[in-house]
């Protein structure tokens, strides 16, 4: 069972998705006035305005946090210019739209962001779970 809520100002509803974030706490670092981990409910939507919380989003290297415009309805997301980043000591990030196919085939569509593991120790390869940082990985 998926654990999936929405924060919402009226003007944009970001959506944070509990099993894929990976904690790498991008977020809280980059607005901690929004983003409050230890905190209930943890995304304080109206403590900045939707533009810094939408750039914020963006970053998020799993993909666990997403947003949509209210008034546009629209909950796709939108499509973006493909690069990539090597982040010290931590995931390889992909931003864009990519399809993913699996080693048993299955495919998947990743948006945005993606996070794919570098050190070999993650337990939902090929994406990152955050245990570079447990096992101090270096690289």
């Known amino acids: 069972m998926s654990k999936t809520k929405e ?3 009226g003007e944009v509803t970001v959506v944070w998705e509990a099993e894929k974030c990976i904690h790498s706490a991008i977020c809280a670092k980059g607005l901690p006035k ?8 943890w ?12 750039n914020q989003v963006k970053q998020c290297p799993s993909g666990a946090l997403s947003f949509y415009m ?7 997301s939108e499509s973006m210019e493909t690069k990539i980043e090597v982040v010290e000591n931590g995931p390889l990030l992909v931003y864009g739209t990519l399809k993913v196919t699996h080693k048993d085939g ?9 996070a794919f593991c570098r ?9 990152c779970d955050g245990t ?6 270096v690289g």
């Open 7 to 9: 924060y919402s100002n």
């Open 34 to 41: 929004v983003f409050q981990p230890r905190d209930r409910p």
């Open 43 to 54: 995304i304080k939507i109206d403590a900045e305005n939707t533009q810094a919380i939408v």
């Open 70 to 76: 209210n008034a546009e309805g629209d909950k796709t």
């Open 106 to 114: 299955k495919q998947e569509t990743k948006n945005r962001t993606t």
């Open 119 to 127: 050190c070999g120790l993650s337990n939902n390869k090929p994406f």
């Open 132 to 137: 570079h940082v447990k096992q101090n990985f």
